[in-house]
């Protein structure tokens, strides 16, 4: 499914596309929906900086075996041993 946000949406929003994937992402792991790769991924983020793009807005992590699992298997075909 695509979904098609015009830029008279983001100009009146006062905000980017780019800015837009965030909050989707940041929303959408705030509510448990997106790990926090696939919540990275989204948001066209490494890791890394969406978890200080998280403790800049004070949101915790909820890290668990599954995402575990799931970054040692995105590690793994990416061609980490």
């Not at 959408?28 to 990275?40: I, K």
């Not at 978890?51 to 990416?78: F, G, K, M, W």
Request: net charge negative; hydrophobic share 45%.
């Amino acid at each position: 499914m695509s979904l098609l946000i015009s830029d008279e949406v983001l100009q009146a929003a006062q905000i980017s596309e780019a800015e837009m994937r965030r909050e989707i992402a940041v929303m959408l792991f705030q509510q448990e929906r997106f790990t926090l790769g696939q919540a990275s991924r989204f948001a066209a983020m490494n890791q890394m900086e969406f978890q200080r793009l998280l403790c800049q807005r004070q949101i915790p992590l909820h890290y668990d075996i599954a995402e575990l699992r799931e970054d040692v298997t995105s590690l793994e075909s990416n061609g980490w041993k």
